[in-house]
């Protein structure tokens, strides 16, 4: 009995003994083995420099008296000399004439527009707005409830606005043919409207060519109220951007070329401008003079603004550190997964990251180097050629 005992406890520990091998040897074949890809991606870097300026325009300024000025077109309209672009409203009369023709307007065209739909009602298109507010949100429970109410509106209250519509015309004609107390008044030149008039208007480009920073600020201490204005028109589509930048990174800069201006804040976006001049030298800092003839209507409202220019953009391929190789005489190389098999690319580096690097595009180099490629990151006795997928 004890010797089965003593055999039983035998087999026990040599089976044990046997998983035991097994999953060591299983854990270090499969450290050995080690694989581990990433994809190539395209990234670019760009090397930039801080500025600080105005926007220039030659601009004219419409100066009309009265009580109260409306503009009639929109802001960054482009009109012509003698166009109408704003009603001048000499009395309170005048006002509350000129408000009722406004939503006589509204409401005729609002009633043409949909037949007989009684949704241009207030009422109905307050709960249009209702509806789409709810659609946005997710608020799905009280989309029967809005639905109900703007289909009550359509079939119950239709054929009696359209009745309407002749007494709303013949009541439009009346107020429109009553001219007392109000005034149009005209482009005198063409160009682009603006109804923001901020007393920098007299600050032409034909002041800015070599000025100094403490120059710049002072045309601009000098800010001139117009308090009659009806608006202003901005007579050129070239525009300016003079910007202090400091004379370290001027030097990167040179009158001719063409450079990327991202502008922050306000005005969130970019533009390619021209350098037309660039002032001298004083106390370490310089104003340089941009150019555009693209988007002046986008910048009517704008004066003040901070922009990042771009120096230069470096684009390459970005790769995990790890995947760059050594050989014996120095030279770097990755190796990708192509098909099936490892082949070995030259990695020419273009930039340093913390954990990577970015390598010339193999469209430059004649590799298949390329965004969406597998890079080999990690793999054991690897080689060119090596059967690395099945």
């Known amino acids: 009995m004890r010797r089965g005992n003593f055999y039983i406890k035998l087999t026990t520990a040599a089976l044990f003994l ?4 097994y999953i060591g040897v299983y854990l270090y074949n499969s450290a050995q083995n080690t694989y581990v890809t990433a994809e190539a991606f395209a990234y670019s870097i760009e090397d930039t420099v801080p500025a600080q300026g105005y926007i220039i325009r030659s601009e004219v300024v419409i100066t009309e008296a009265g009580e109260t000025v409306m503009p009639i077109v929109n802001e960054g309209e482009k009109v012509a000399s003698g166009q109408a ?3 001048e ?4 009369t005048a006002i509350k004439t000129a408000s009722e023709i406004r939503d006589l307007r509204l409401r005729i065209a609002q009633i043409e527009a949909v037949g007989n739909s009684s949704v241009v009602e207030t009422a109905g298109f307050e709960s249009i707005i209702e509806l789409s507010k709810a659609v946005q949100n997710g608020n799905l429970g ?8 703007i289909e009550t509106l359509i079939f119950t209250e239709g054929a009696s606005l359209s009745k309407q519509l002749p007494a709303l015309k013949a009541r439009l004609a009346s107020l429109e043919n009553q001219s007392v107390g109000v005034s149009t008044i005209n482009a005198p ?8 008039v901020d007393g ?16 710049l600020a002072l045309l601009f201490a000098d800010q001139h109220r117009i308090s009659s204005a009806a608006g202003k028109l901005v007579t050129d589509f070239k525009w300016y951007f003079a910007a202090v930048m400091d004379a370290s990174d001027v030097s990167k800069l040179s009158i001719g070329q063409r450079k990327v201006l991202q502008f922050l804040g306000s005005y969130h976006a970019q533009a390619e401008m021209l350098i037309e001049s660039i002032g001298r030298n004083e106390d370490e800092e310089c104003v340089v003079l941009f150019s555009s003839n693209n988007g002046v209507h986008e ?5 003040q603004l901070t922009a990042e220019i771009v120096i230069s953009e470096v684009s390459g391929i970005r790769v995990p550190k790890e995947s760059i190789r050594l050989d014996d005489d120095g030279a770097t190389f990755i190796y990708l997964q192509t098909g099936a098999r490892a082949e070995r690319v030259k990695a020419d580096i273009l930039h340093e990251f913390a954990d990577g690097y970015l390598l010339r595009d193999g469209a430059e180099t004649g590799t298949p180097l390329r965004a969406g490629a597998t890079i080999i990151v990690k793999a054991n006795n690897l080689y060119d050629g090596k059967v690395v997928a099945g």
């Open 200 to 215: 920098y208007e007299y600050i032409g480009p034909s002041l800015l060519p070599g000025i100094k920073p403490s120059g």
């Open 18 to 21: 046997a998983v035991v091998g």
């Open 299 to 303: 910048i009517t409202l704008l004066r």
């Open 189 to 196: 030149v063409s160009g682009v409207f603006s109804h923001a």
């Open 142 to 149: 009280r989309l029967d409830e809005i639905a109900l109410k």
């Open 85 to 87: 672009v704003a009603v």
């Open 89 to 92: 409203y000499t009395s309170s």
